[in-house]
């Protein structure tokens, strides 16, 4: 049905949007002691939940951790994992060790992301079930983190943990997956690069290395 209401975007409006795209950052630095009002973490949530999902399924469930034990106790997990990382990164590993990987101590919100129990939803995910859910939770991140960069505060997705230990210290479901601990939070500055590349650990591929047209081009990727 037409809708007597549609939303036009101008040429002001779309700059404004690729320029929060091109602003967003992973972050791992946060102001120690800081603090996100709740009607921004708010907005954050919103913004998430506005997110496309694969048959409108929804598979995405979100767990503050306001409890300091709890947190330390994730930030151990995240320890761990960063180690069990480090000893099988091979020739990297003193350099992997220096990176920030997480901000889990310090930053001011922590949201853990799950994947919840799948629901039966058939639509769209008849090939691809589990992988559908999951490309679904992870717009929703993508909301909240371009969201959060609207905000002017920080957000980086940790994925260094076990989801198994993760899910039974937030009592999930046995069926259920935690795939993403966010850190939010206000930061001195933004980085002016993926920290990746600003720590000199991975370059980042422009474009036209990525987008090819009609198959996959012979011979493999272009270097």
Avoid at 132 to 145: F, K, P, Q, V, Y
Avoid at 154 to 183: E, M, N, R, T, Y
Avoid at 190 to 208: A, C, I, S, T
Wanted: glycine fraction near 6%.
């Amino acid at each position: 049905m037409a809708n007597s209401k549609q939303i036009i975007f101008s040429a002001k409006e779309r700059a404004i949007l690729h320029k929060v795209l091109a602003a967003r950052r992973d972050m791992r630095h946060f102001i120690a002691d800081a603090s996100v009002a709740p009607d921004v973490m708010g907005r954050l949530f919103e913004a998430a939940n506005l997110a496309p999902s694969v048959g409108l399924m929804q598979p995405w469930r979100f767990i503050q951790v306001q409890n300091d034990q709890v947190r330390e106790a994730i930030a151990e997990l995240v320890d761990a994992e960063i180690q069990a990382t480090a000893n099988e990164i091979g020739a990297r590993k003193e350099q992997f060790l220096k990176l920030k990987l997480d901000g889990v101590r310090s930053c001011a919100q922590l949201v853990a992301v799950v994947l919840a129990p799948d629901d039966g939803t058939l639509l769209g995910r008849r090939t691809l079930p589990r992988e559908m859910a999951l490309c679904s939770a992870a717009c929703a991140i993508e909301n909240m983190w371009l969201a959060a960069r609207a905000e002017n505060i920080g957000l980086g997705w940790v994925s260094l943990f076990d989801p198994q230990k993760l899910g039974a210290l937030l009592h999930c479901p046995i069926d259920a997956l935690p795939i993403a601990l966010l850190c939010i939070g206000p930061v001195t500055e933004f980085y002016d690069k993926p920290m990746l590349v600003n720590e000199g650990w991975r370059n980042q591929k422009p474009l036209e290395k990525l987008l090819f047209t009609d198959r996959w081009p012979l011979g493999g990727e272009p270097q």
